[in-house]
């Protein structure tokens, strides 16, 4: 008797800890997100897994004896272990090292040149801070090929590469660059280096915006010298940030495709992501453990980077009163210092705009004489009769662009307003639940897809897809960008949510407002333009993606970039070169017009 | 020893005036304080002087030194003017221990290590913080960290001290005895402190002389009791003293260096320490709270309007005939609200021009 009626108190306990556990709304959504991200990543990589001990059918299961499907060793064989003809070495090693060095000296360029103008914008009396401030960020903006194309393109000739013909520097100016400078290591770590320089510029920039100018005067005061003010004192305050850009820019750059594609392929110069591609065609269990090889060292990075940000001398930013920090007056060296950071800035945002328009407009390549410019590519019509290459109309008038410019129009909105919905909803559970292993989990796991790179983020996914047969078209490409995406959203989302106090919403939980309103009504007002960013993140990066969605778009529906793609392997360069200068255009357009319009901006998702 | 004179100093920022012409003269070996609302131009002054920001005119020297001069184009770096400043928010640098906080501004003055250890354990000592010395800001209480801070600006041994709302972040038992040590460092340090606070009881209590500022412009720059007890103006009145000066409008009438005063149904005669010249009728009479005498002789009839015993005082507001007045008594006294009590003026009082809100005369109050 005694027994069951503990049993039931104790019953009747649980019972009520259980409805007050999910009374509260953060615990739901933190419980939905860890089973939708379990599914969504942990899912795919736990196939992935499986693939690399598959066989597949074509060649590779006629190289490994096997029939198709069965279980095998062979793949990490070939890719680990193999030395005849060096073949473990070239689809591995040699690809790897190549990675290695090119992601560090990308992620030494993106510190060095995005740090220096982050201390020059923000503790000197540079010149024309607000030209480059807001011209900085648009390398990132922009699609990551860009750069590329305009690399290759400006420097080109006969002699390298692929020897087809020569670019603007050999047919205008008669200068004929080296193989080294146009083609491999160089060129794609600079590219890679300036396009992520902006995430440089955003966290260090960000540090010594809010970094407490007190530090800095109070070493004055105690007279410091200058230059060891900035090497004891400022340095290590932005340490963290550095640390961070380098393994966030590090992990980029490991995962990057188009780039190393223009720059490395015609050179037989291969890095991870491009030497998988190519065993994705032939020997897919291969490709899946470089894969794997690729998350793991995503993996360590992530850890590196909440060790580094994580240590016993926190580095609070307490703004100190004297928010009117005495800048260093740059004297003599400003305008030269101002001019040379105008003009690298003019080279890498705004002549590669002009130069895919030029491009866009001559009708046999390497002339440059206004003899030789037409608007055809863009309006003409008949041009298939006129010309033997590309569509018989310009793109402006070519239904199949315009198609394809709503359909990623369409997906870049979608995926924008799911991963941002989420973040936000990711970024409310995590604060509201800060420290709960629950909330650490979905927020690892809501970070997990930004370490898988995107060309096999794709590939697993279309893998996954086979075996479920509602999902392809357009629902597909939507899923795979809003979970790809969802990183950039949640860490706003978090960010934004962390710096409301939970009293905010307490005010108006007593008053009994119920949950709907008061996200709707309360908290995301306040936070407007922080949440927005995190819409706004995603759908750029959607407007430009490649890779993440070359293996998945249906063949009936094209979106502009794999659209891009297509032509430049037919090799319409005009027609390519238009598509690349609209997908820009478009992106700044959007970029620029939801920044002025909310003031939400790219800034602050960035990175993480 | 040390001596600051400030002379036609201003600090515009664009089109805002931060501080108007200000002449000051800081003894050596004093303890001034800038007192003023927010705003006011107290802290812009000390930035100004000890060089962290650049005055729009006028010179500025310490010990005989023009460390800054408009015209002539003279402009010391703050390094190179041996000053020391305190912070607000204390400024510790969080990549650093307690130690080596202390120990940087010696290792810029080339000591030698020993020197440096030897000094820096001593200040450790004296602000009794030796134990953290190998924590980092981050693991300090604000209390302790205020010490390092402290410990931090004093080992070069500057013969000036700024002092920025130093204790304006810690809470009320730790201010306290922060500010006891601070009059005490004055002492045993031998040096010149400028400190900066918008706390009236802080100036009173710590320094030698208040320089009080008020939209730029010096209000008025006295020994805080003088300051206390002659006012120069209204805002100077309203802003010294806790509980704050009662202001009493009211007519006199002249005759001599005695006036008779009406306030409401109140008539009370004025008698001042030197002769009086006014502009108008209207007058403004300022008593404080202490001088406001609660007994059952007193002349008057009011009402509690509220009372706020401490214990060791009580502050009274009354409702005389439609003005309210606050009066302080000593001792653990308190009445019932809405009661009747009687009051009388205990003579001080200071009479101001209502027209240029100056300080006229001081003198004795008594009611007709």
């Known amino acids: ?608 | 020893m040390p001596e600051i004179i400030l002379k036609n100093v201003s600090k515009r920022f664009g089109k805002f005036v931060a501080v108007d012409d200000l002449n000051l003269n800081i003894e050596s070996n004093s303890f001034i304080t800038l007192l003023g609302p927010s705003g006011c131009g107290k802290t812009t002054t000390l930035r100004m002087i000890a060089g962290l920001e650049t005055p729009t005119e006028g010179t500025i020297s310490i010990d005989g030194n023009v460390v800054f001069d408009a015209d002539r184009g003279i402009n010391l770096a703050p390094n190179k003017r041996d000053v020391g400043f305190l912070f607000q928010n204390y400024a510790l640098w969080p990549h650093m221990t307690v130690y080596q906080n202390i120990a940087f501004g010696l290792e810029n003055l080339k000591w030698d290590k020993k020197r440096i250890a030897d000094r820096v354990h001593e200040l450790l000592e004296m602000l009794r913080i030796g134990e953290f010395e190998k924590r980092y800001p981050a693991e300090l209480s604000g209390g302790q960290q205020q010490r390092v801070a402290i410990a931090r600006t004093l080992a070069p041994g500057p013969k000036v001290l700024f002092m920025d709302e130093p204790l304006s972040n810690l809470d009320a038992k730790l201010r306290m005895e922060m500010r006891t040590e601070l009059k005490r460092l004055h002492r045993d340090t031998d040096s010149t402190f400028v400190y900066v606070t918008h706390d009236q009881l802080e100036a009173m209590t710590l320094s030698t002389r208040v320089c009080i500022m008020e939209g730029g412009l010096l209000q008025q720059y006295a020994p805080p009791l003088e300051m206390y007890n002659n006012p120069a103006n209204l805002f100077v009145a309203d802003f010294m003293g806790n509980p704050t000066i009662n202001f009493i409008d009211g007519t006199a009438q002249m005759e001599g260096s005695k006036a008779t005063i009406t306030l409401g149904n109140i008539q009370a005669e004025f008698t001042a320490d030197k002769p009086i010249s006014l502009t108008g009728k209207d007058v403004v009479l300022g008593v404080r709270p202490e001088h406001i005498h609660i007994s059952d002789a007193g002349k008057r009839e009011a009402v509690v309007y509220s009372t706020l015993p401490t214990g060791m005082e009580t502050t009274v507001k009354l409702d005389a005939e439609g003005i309210m007045l606050t009066a302080v008594v000593f001792g653990d006294v308190d009445y019932p609200i809405d009661s009747h009590v009687r009051f009388d003026f205990s003579k001080t009082a200071v009479l101001f021009d209502k027209a240029t809100g100056k300080n006229v005369a001081r003198g004795a109050l008594r009611i007709k």
């Open chain 1, 1 to 608: 008797m005694q027994q069951t009626q503990t049993g039931k108190v104790k019953f009747s306990r649980i019972k009520g800890r259980l409805h007050a556990w999910f009374s509260k709304p953060a615990n739901i959504i933190l419980l939905v997100f860890l089973i939708a991200l379990t599914v969504l990543t942990l899912y795919p990589l736990l196939s992935l897994l499986m693939e690399t001990f598959t066989v597949h059918m074509g060649k590779e299961a006629r190289a490994a004896k096997l029939p198709v499907g069965a279980f095998t060793w062979y793949h990490f064989q070939r890719v680990f272990a193999t030395r005849d003809n060096n073949y473990s070495w070239i689809q591995f090693y040699k690809p790897l090292l190549n990675t290695l060095a090119v992601s560090v000296t990308s992620s030494v360029i993106a510190i060095l040149f995005g740090g220096m103008v982050a201390f020059l914008v923000t503790r000197t009396n540079l010149k024309y801070k607000k030209f480059v401030s807001a011209v900085f960020t648009f390398p990132y903006i922009m699609p990551s090929w860009t750069l590329a194309l305009f690399w290759e393109t400006f420097f080109k000739n006969v002699n390298i590469g692929l020897k087809t013909s020569n670019g603007i520097m050999a047919s205008v100016f008669g200068v004929y660059m080296p193989e080294w400078f146009v083609y491999g290591y160089f060129p794609i770590a600079l590219v890679l280096g300036l396009h992520y320089a902006p995430f440089a510029y955003i966290l260090i920039g960000g540090i010594l915006r809010n970094m407490d100018a007190n530090l800095e005067e109070a070493a004055t005061i105690l007279r410091t010298p200058r230059w060891r003010i900035i090497w004891r004192i400022t340095l290590p305050i932005v340490k963290p940030a550095m640390l961070s850009t380098f393994l966030l820019v590090f992990a980029s750059s490991m995962s990057a495709y188009s780039v190393p594609v223009f720059l490395g392929s015609p050179v037989r110069y291969y890095v991870l992501s491009t030497t998988m591609k190519e065993l994705m065609n032939t020997y897919k269990g291969q490709a899946y453990i470089i894969v794997g090889v690729m998350i793991l060292f995503g993996v360590a990075i992530l850890m590196l980077n909440q060790k580094v940000t994580n240590s016993r001398k926190q580095f609070t930013t307490v703004t100190g009163k004297s928010g009117q920090i005495s800048k260093i007056d740059l004297k003599r060296a400003n305008a030269p210092i101002a001019i040379i950071l105008v003009i690298i800035l003019l080279l890498v945002a705004v002549v590669p705009l002009v130069t895919f328009a030029l491009e866009s407009l001559i009708i046999k390549a390497g002339d440059y004489s206004l003899g030789n410019m037409t608007l055809d590519f863009w309006v003409g019509t008949g041009l298939d009769k006129r010309l033997d290459q590309g569509d018989s109309t310009g793109i402006l008038l070519n239904p199949k662009v315009w198609k394809a410019l709503g359909y990623s129009l369409g997906l870049a909105v979608t995926c924008s307003v799911i991963a941002g919905t989420s973040g936000i909803l990711v970024g409310y559970g995590v604060a509201k639940r800060r420290g709960s292993r629950l909330a650490n989990w979905v927020s690892s796991l809501s970070f997990f897809p930004y370490l898988m790179p995107s060309l096999a983020f794709g590939a697993i996914y279309l893998a996954m897809s086979s075996n479920i047969t509602w999902l392809h078209g357009f629902l597909l490409l939507a899923l795979v960008g809003s979970v790809k995406y969802l990183p950039f959203a949640s860490r706003s989302g978090v960010n934004a949510m962390l710096q409301l106090s939970g009293e905010i919403e307490e005010a108006a939980l007593i008053t009994g407002v119920p949950w709907w309103k008061r996200m709707l009504r309360v908290i995301f007002p306040i936070q407007k333009s922080s949440f927005l960013s995190g819409y706004l993140l995603p759908m750029v990066s959607c407007m430009r993606e490649l890779s993440l969605f070359v293996l998945i778009v249906p063949t009936s529906n094209t979106i502009l970039t794999t659209m891009l793609m297509q032509y430049s392997e037919k090799g319409w360069a005009q027609f390519g070169n238009a598509i690349n200068l609209l997908i820009i255009v478009v992106v700044l357009l959007v970029n620029f017009t939801v920044n002025k319009l909310t003031g939400a901006s790219i800034d602050k998702g960035v990175g993480g």
